[in-house]
């Protein structure tokens, strides 16, 4: 390994440490900070003193929240940072598959019909549901059709009757409580999560990694063009489907427990490309942490502000992303010939 190889190996790590610490920092104080500020060492002391009080705000309420931010936002970057290497687009992030719309569209369709009043895992199940039938079909799309534009325009289908159909449900609602139930679902959030929605996401958001990081070498050979990526002996069929699967498993639970949380998968891989370099590869473990922390501190934000109503985390992210959006438009078409 060449001296600089060895130096930008050195700044890639450091990069991670330096956000592993910054999740750290954050999920500290998501913890301590809210409604009701609590001190570290009096925290501390009251759990292990049993205070049954403090130990319902802290592990029942505000641990659950602040692990599923981590866990959502790594989800969404890692997904957003795979997807822009397979489709070798930067302006490509886990929506335009449409496995979130297909998320919300089960979980709405659990609400439509009273199942989610029935049982409490009715509206993930479904949501996760939702997911998987969608990713069924644009994975055995990958595997027959080589084309990246086929799999957008066919993720773009997916999602255009995705929201349709929600939109009719949210249109023949039953009834006014319904309809808001669906609505504030649909506009995403961490507030009023347990432990258990932490249990019935992780093992399919860690599945989901799995796949992605896995991809990295493969997305590295395919900036090459796809013609020098077969001769390097990728299959762009199985890559195509292995990284639409973890997407899709990733991005699905996530879905599943808070809702539709729109571009940080576009915002986080971008803002860590410029220090990590342009590889696939080098941008995924950073995209996820970055994801991780950008989530993490939307979802912070919104619970420190003096608002008569607490904002939803997918409104507060929408507005960050759109302008975000914009930006990387017009960069794109001002670098075109």
């Known amino acids: ?91 490509a992030e886990p929506g335009i598959l449409g496995v979130s719309a297909s998320a919300g569209l089960g979980a ?94 992780a093992p399919f958001m860690l599945l989901g990694w799995a796949l992605l990081l896995s991809a990295g070498r493969e997305l590295d050979a395919l900036t090459l063009g796809e013609d020098a990526a077969r001769s390097l002996g990728v299959g762009l069929g199985w890559l195509r489907a292995r990284v639409i699967g973890g997407t899709a498993l990733a991005v699905g639970a996530a879905t599943a427990v808070t809702g539709s949380v729109g571009f940080v998968g576009l915002i986080a891989p971008h803002l860590l490309r410029p220090w990590v370099g342009y590889q696939p590869s080098r941008v995924l473990l950073p995209g996820a942490l970055a994801g991780a922390a950008l989530l993490a501190a939307a979802d912070l934000a919104i619970r420190l502000l003096p608002t008569r109503q607490e904002l939803m985390l997918g409104v507060v992210t929408a507005l960050l992303g759109v302008p975000f959006f914009v930006h990387l438009l017009l960069r794109t078409r001002r670098a075109l010939p």
């Open 1 to 91: 390994m060449t001296n600089t190889a060895m130096a930008e190996h050195r700044r890639y790590q450091r990069i991670n440490l330096g956000l592993a610490i910054l999740l750290v920092g954050l999920a500290s104080t998501g913890l301590l900070l809210g409604h009701l500020s609590l001190n570290p060492w009096q925290t501390l002391n009251h759990l292990l003193s049993g205070d049954e009080r403090l130990a319902v705000i802290v592990l029942e309420i505000r641990l659950p929240r602040v692990l599923l931010g981590l866990l959502v936002g790594a989800s969404l970057g890692l997904s957003g940072a795979a997807l822009q290497g397979l489709l070798r687009n930067p302006l």
């Open 108 to 201: 709405v369709l659990a609400l439509y019909f009273g199942l989610a009043q029935v049982t409490l895992w009715a509206l993930p199940g479904f949501a996760l549901l939702g997911a998987l039938l969608a990713t069924a079909f644009l994975a055995l799309l990958a595997i027959r059709d080589s084309s990246p534009l086929s799999l957008i325009l066919a993720g773009v289908a997916v999602s255009s009757l995705a929201v349709a159909l929600t939109s009719l449900a949210l249109n023949l609602a039953p009834n006014p409580l319904a309809l808001s139930e669906m609505v504030l679902w649909l506009l995403g959030s961490l507030r009023d999560r347990g432990l258990s929605d932490v249990v019935l996401a």
